[in-house]
C-alpha cells in the first residue's frame, strides 16, 4: 500500500516568514495530492490539492509543488499569520480512492 | 447544506466493552470513510464503505468492522477495546465516483477515550 512520509513533525516561524513542509510518498500510481489543515478542535480541511499531470499549483499565500520523478512534494506557505497555526497533513491517492495520510506537521507561527 | 456529522460527540468505555460510532455523509455523498487520530499519529486509513459495500481496509485487527446503510449512513464498531483504542475517530464523505476533485469532507470527529 500506501506509505506518506512528512517532515517536520513541528516548525516554529516568525510572522512574515516562510514554511515549508516537505512529504514523500512510496506508490508511483498516485495520483492525487492534497493537503489538509487541522485547526485545534476542528475538522481536518481541505487547503489546496494537485494532480499528477501538473508539477505547481499556487492559491495565494500557499503553493504546493510535485516532483514525480523523485516522489516528493512540498507545501509553501508565504508571509505566515498567526491563523496558519494549525496541524497540516499531506496526503495520496491512487486509484482505489483510498487516501494515505502524513504524520501531521504542527505549524506554530510567533507573533 | 449539512456537513458530515458524528455521533457521540465523546464516549467513555472500560477495556474489553464494545463502541459504536456513527456518521451521516454529505447528502448525495455514497462514499464513507473512517480514519483513527491517535495523538501524534496522523490519520491513520481504517475502513471505506461506497454503495453499501467494503471496498478497503487499513491495517486494524478484526475487531474494527463497520458497515454502511442503503442511506449511505455508517457506522464504526470496536470490540474488545483496548486502551490504545482511545482516539478521535473522524469520518469523511466523497460523491459518487469521479464526480468532484476528489476531496475529501470530514465530520468533527467522536472521541473515544477507553479506561
Known amino acids: 500500500g500506501e506509505n506518506v512520509e512528512q517532515h517536520p513533525s513541528t516548525l516554529s516561524v516568525q510572522e512574515g516568514d516562510s514554511a515549508v513542509i516537505k512529504c514523500t510518498y512510496s506508490?508511483?500510481?498516485?495520483?492525487?495530492f492534497p493537503w489538509y489543515k487541522q485547526e485545534l478542535g476542528k475538522r481536518p480541511q481541505l487547503i489546496i490539492d494537485?494532480?499528477?499531470?501538473?508539477g505547481e499549483k499556487k492559491d495565494q499565500r500557499i503553493a504546493v509543488t510535485l516532483n514525480k520523478t523523485a516522489k516528493h512534494f512540498s507545501l509553501h506557505i508565504t508571509e505566515t499569520q498567526p491563523e496558519d497555526s494549525a496541524v497540516y497533513f499531506c496526503?495520496?491517492?491512487?486509484?482505489?480512492?483510498?487516501?494515505?495520510f502524513g504524520a501531521g506537521t504542527t505549524v506554530t507561527v510567533r507573533a | 447544506e449539512a456537513g458530515v456529522t458524528q455521533s457521540p460527540t465523546h464516549l467513555i468505555k472500560t477495556r474489553g466493552q464494545q463502541a459504536t460510532l456513527r456518521c451521516s455523509p454529505i447528502?448525495?455523498?455514497?462514499?464513507v470513510y473512517w480514519y483513527q487520530q491517535a495523538l501524534g499519529l496522523g490519520l491513520q486509513f481504517l475502513l471505506w464503505y461506497d454503495e453499501g459495500e467494503e471496498r478497503n481496509r487499513g491495517n486494524f485487527p478484526p475487531r474494527f468492522s463497520g458497515r454502511q446503510f442503503p442511506n449511505y449512513s455508517s457506522e464504526l464498531n470496536v470490540n474488545a477495546l483496548e486502551l490504545e483504542d482511545s482516539a478521535l475517530y473522524l469520518c469523511?464523505?466523497?460523491?459518487?465516483?469521479?464526480?468532484?476533485?476528489?476531496?475529501?469532507?470530514f465530520g468533527e470527529g467522536s472521541r473515544l477515550t477507553v479506561l
Open positions: 447528502s448525495g455523498h455514497t462514499s
Open positions: 494537485i494532480r499528477s499531470n501538473v
Open positions: 469523511a464523505s466523497r460523491p459518487r465516483g469521479l464526480v468532484g476533485t476528489g476531496e475529501l469532507f
Open positions: 506508490d508511483s500510481a498516485s495520483n492525487y
Open positions: 496526503a495520496a491517492k491512487t486509484n482505489d480512492y483510498k487516501l494515505s
